[in-house]
């Protein structure tokens, strides 16, 4: 099925060249003492660059929809009032938004290659490692809640939910800061 509306598809935009061309002919004055075989690789040359040209236009509108929802999709993830990673199966960060790295009191650029267990507190290292295993191994949004080290006298209550992308074999994380949500 797929092949038919290939098929279509090339079909209706040779159309659609040719009928360009033609309008281009008559508009322009053509040479006719050329010899058969000539004119109909002209007209074959014309007619594909044409068809290049409309899908040259195609693939360039494509491309700045494509532009438009990443620049959205940054934004909605850069931005978001949540804290988000993405972990390896190790829990090496390899993304995380600003406000990950806000909630950690870190550069996001410092943060990316750092192993995300060695920010938890002690008590909690139980907690988390328990859930990374579920995570892991459920193929279900889990949660749990840690305490995260931010320096030796400052501490993140955190809520945190992950979710395993199999085929990448990386977690993502949600994290919220409990005592900004019971305010």
Avoid: W
Avoid at 84 to 97: G, P, R, S, V
Avoid at 140 to 145: A, F, M, Y
Avoid at 154 to 175: D, K, P, R, W, Y
């Amino acid at each position: 099925m797929e092949e038919n509306k290939k098929m279509t598809d090339a079909e209706a935009l040779r159309r659609k060249a040719e009928m360009l061309f033609r309008e281009k002919e008559i508009n322009a004055d053509t040479d006719t003492s050329q010899e058969p075989e000539i004119q109909k690789l002209m007209h074959e040359l014309q007619v594909h660059q044409i068809e290049l040209q409309m899908q040259n236009n195609e693939l360039q509108i494509a491309y700045e929809k494509m532009e438009g929802a990443l620049k959205r999709f940054t934004l909605l993830y850069d931005f978001a009032p949540i804290g988000h990673f993405t972990l390896d199966c190790n829990a090496t960060i390899i993304e995380l938004n600003f406000t990950a790295a806000e909630m950690l009191r870190e550069r996001r650029i410092s943060l990316l290659g750092s192993n995300f267990k060695i920010m938890i507190c002690e008590q909690s290292k139980p907690v988390f490692n328990d859930f990374y295993k579920r995570v892991f191994s459920s193929n279900r949004t889990e949660s749990c809640d840690i305490v995260i080290c931010i320096d030796d006298a400052t501490f993140l209550n955190a809520h945190i939910q992950g979710i395993v992308i199999s085929e990448e074999n990386q977690c993502l994380i949600s994290m919220l800061d409990l005592a900004q949500l019971r305010q």
